[in-house]
């Protein structure tokens, strides 16, 4: 509605200005904001927070990995359901791909990558195919295929803990290079979701996706496979985290089995943080993507401003709390306008 | 007329089996399955000690299963529960090493497990937030106040007759006597739910929660109350918890919540909500606690428990949503041809 009136816009002027305004309003521009200005103060406390090479450095490789999973989670949480599985999947894919190092030590980086996104993709695979015979709430569903895999993890590991001595030297290697001072897992973090971003945005079952999310009944209705989808989107986030597992296995060269435990929260809370409403239907892998950045750098930027890393959960849920009110605000006006509207002649 | 009795013979059930043949008693009858082959193949699991163990350990389990399955009943949910459980320890262990008299914090952490389901109750209800939202939300933020306030110290030395309390056994029967108190608390859910208006609302709110509204339920309110409850037996459990153990931490309770809300899916509360009783919560819960002691007797690793857990979970959805489809299918097929012959006597009678 407001989209065609904005396109109708008589001189091309006023469709710029209004559509600065629009970008400006963005929840996208909003979370970007407010990275700049958490970054800019810390770095005002203490400048070696981005003016060193390990302070750089760290600034964006932490994001990597919450990244992946927030892309992936978005999908499942725009299609109106919930994935909480994905920090058990992405713990396992990351011993499983340990494993693998050990059993064929000269295993290629890119093969590694490759299966770990397979494995995870395997494992969403079981999620959505439950919820697709089920037909319950993926809540459910992956709340149990969350004990499931854990267990399984800590099962198959024991005690023992894969090493760096145990994972091909070529891998750790590519988990910590940089190119032109950008560390390699931001950057392949950064071109999946351009990828997923331009799939949801662009082709024709990624919209989809965002129809089952708005209204599943209409969108049966209308004859969309809306199961299928729906599968589709639980393999998405299973793909990602096991993506997410194999960038943990290069980045941190030790696998325990407690690998990814919590990062189900970390990853939920970035996707609607920036603007993933658990409603569905609505969203961007961008916003998804930036509450994800956001939220690593708040992890690392509160030990520099003197408040204890404990801390951080309590802040995670208080932007959680502020975002889902926001969009509620934000629709509530939105719903009067549109009514507003419709009234006049 | 004498076909709609013809009808009601054919459809309805004799009473026998509609109180037999529930998803809540096939869960009881699991339950008891499991007592019986454990009691008699594991050595040691129907020794006193065991019971004692295992109805302490599952106490907190109990209480927030109760509240839980009213909320899952109206069609929410609440996973803020183990946050609330760490938070309620820590602030009891802040409050009591400031000097506050022990009797006075836990009055304070109960009024502040009240509030923190009210603040999740008027985000649900007033602003109009899906409570999944909200109690993410609130999950990390009660979390991240609880690791936050304590940081990485405990507290200990609470006052012995509470921590006594807690462990006193029954004569030599075993039983714990906090389950006095669950006890209690069950017959006032029980009443609450099945006796008065206020909790046959709730089973209407989850069914359709328009016509509820338009019958007369207050929906608002008792969603907000449903929260308060949740919010308030987690802070029981978690003065339980600390009590029990002696110290006060910030991260007891963690993953609490994934065990309640296992529990009471298992005990038969639907996720689509409007179905649903306590007992068969209650027997979720001890199954998944016998289950546990079971395997743990026999030396199997807790790793292991968890994932009969999940299995135990995902297995009742699909197995009651297999039992759905299939009996909606059988229905189809005996509608059919029953509707015709309903059909044919009726212009003859006349």
């Known amino acids: ?345 | 007329m004498t076909a709609t009795t013809v009808g009601y013979r054919e459809y309805g059930r004799p009473r026998w089996q509609r109180i037999l043949l529930t998803r809540e008693m096939a869960i009881v009858g699991l339950l008891l399955l499991t007592l019986l082959v454990a009691g008699l193949a594991i050595p040691y699991f129907a020794d006193r000690l065991t019971v004692y163990n295992l109805l302490r350990d599952m106490f907190a389990t109990l209480i927030i299963a109760l509240p839980m399955a009213l909320v899952m009943i109206t069609g929410d949910i609440d996973i803020s529960v183990g946050s609330m459980v760490g938070l309620s320890c820590s602030v009891l262990g802040l409050l009591f090493s400031m000097g506050v008299p022990f009797e006075l914090s836990m009055v304070l952490v109960l009024l502040m497990g009240a509030a923190g389901g009210l603040l999740n109750g008027a985000l649900v209800a007033k602003i109009g937030l899906p409570a999944l939202a909200v109690t993410i939300g609130t999950m990390a933020l009660f979390r991240g106040i609880a690791v936050g306030l304590l940081g990485t110290s405990t507290v200990t030395g609470f006052p012995q007759g509470w921590t006594d309390l807690t462990k006193y056994e029954i004569g030599y029967t075993g039983i714990p006597f906090i389950i006095v108190v669950f006890l209690v608390l069950f017959a006032v859910f029980v009443y609450l739910l099945n006796f008065t208006p206020f909790g046959r609302g709730i089973y209407a709110l989850g069914l359709n929660s328009e016509a509820a509204v338009f019958s007369g339920v207050n929906r608002d309110r008792t969603r907000i109350i449903l929260f308060v409850l949740a919010g308030t037996m987690s802070a029981l459990g978690g003065i339980y918890w600390t009590l029990l153990r002696g110290t006060a931490r910030g991260d007891i309770g963690d993953g609490l919540e994934l065990q309640v809300i296992a529990a009471v899916v298992l005990g038969g509360v639907s996720v689509f909500g409007g179905i649903g009783a306590l007992y068969g919560v209650v027997a979720g819960v001890l199954l998944i606690g016998a289950l546990s002691s079971a395997l743990r007797l026999v030396g199997v690793t807790a790793e292991v428990i968890k994932i009969i857990t999940g299995v135990l979970l995902i297995g009742s959805v699909v197995a009651a949503s297999m039992i759905t489809s299939f009996q909606n299918r059988r229905k189809k097929v005996t509608a059919a041809p029953s509707q015709t012959s309903v059909a044919e006597p009726a212009p003859s009678g006349e």
């Open chain 1, 1 to 345: 509605m407001t989209a065609t009136q904005t396109t109708a816009a008589p001189t091309s002027a006023a469709s710029a200005g209004s559509r600065l305004m629009q970008l400006l309003r963005r929840r996208e521009t909003s979370i970007l904001v407010a990275i700049v200005a958490m970054v800019v103060v810390t770095t005002a406390v203490r400048p070696t927070f981005v003016f060193s090479g390990d302070g750089w450095r760290s600034l964006l490789l932490n994001p990597a990995i919450y990244i992946v999973l927030a892309v992936g989670v978005a999908f499942v949480i725009i299609s109106r359901s919930v994935d909480l599985s994905v920090g058990s999947t992405m713990g396992l894919t990351a011993f499983a791909i340990g494993s693998l190092y050990i059993a064929w030590p000269q295993m290629p980086t890119v093969v590694a990558f490759v299966a770990g996104t397979l494995f995870g993709g395997l494992l969403g695979l079981v999620n959505g195919g439950l919820v697709a015979v089920a037909k319950v709430p993926g809540m459910v569903i992956t709340l149990g295929t969350m004990y499931i895999f854990r267990g399984i993890n800590i099962l198959w590991a024991g005690t023992t803990r894969i090493n760096a001595s145990q994972m091909g030297p070529d891998f750790l290697a590519f988990g910590n290079s940089q190119v032109v001072g950008i560390p390699a897992l931001t950057i392949l973090a950064v071109i999946v979701a351009i990828i997923a971003g331009w799939y949801l945005h662009n082709t024709r079952s990624g919209r989809e996706l965002y129809a089952i999310g708005s209204a599943p009944e209409a969108a049966e209705l209308y004859g969309l496979a809306v199961s299928r989808r729906a599968l589709m989107s639980f393999v998405v986030s299973g793909a990602m985290a096991g993506l997410a597992g194999v960038m943990f296995a290069a980045r941190y060269g030790t696998i325990a089995s407690n690998a990814g435990t919590g990062y189900e929260l970390q990853a939920i809370g970035a996707a609607v943080i920036g603007g993933v409403a658990i409603t569905g239907g609505v969203g961007t892998v961008a916003g998804a993507a930036f509450g994800a950045f956001l939220l690593a750098t708040i992890n690392s930027a509160l030990p520099v401003l003197g408040i204890d890393s404990l801390w951080q959960r309590a802040v995670v849920g208080a932007l959680i709390l502020a975002a889902i009110i926001l969009d509620r605000v934000l629709a509530v006006r939105q719903k009067r306008r549109l009514i507003a509207e419709r009234m006049e002649p």
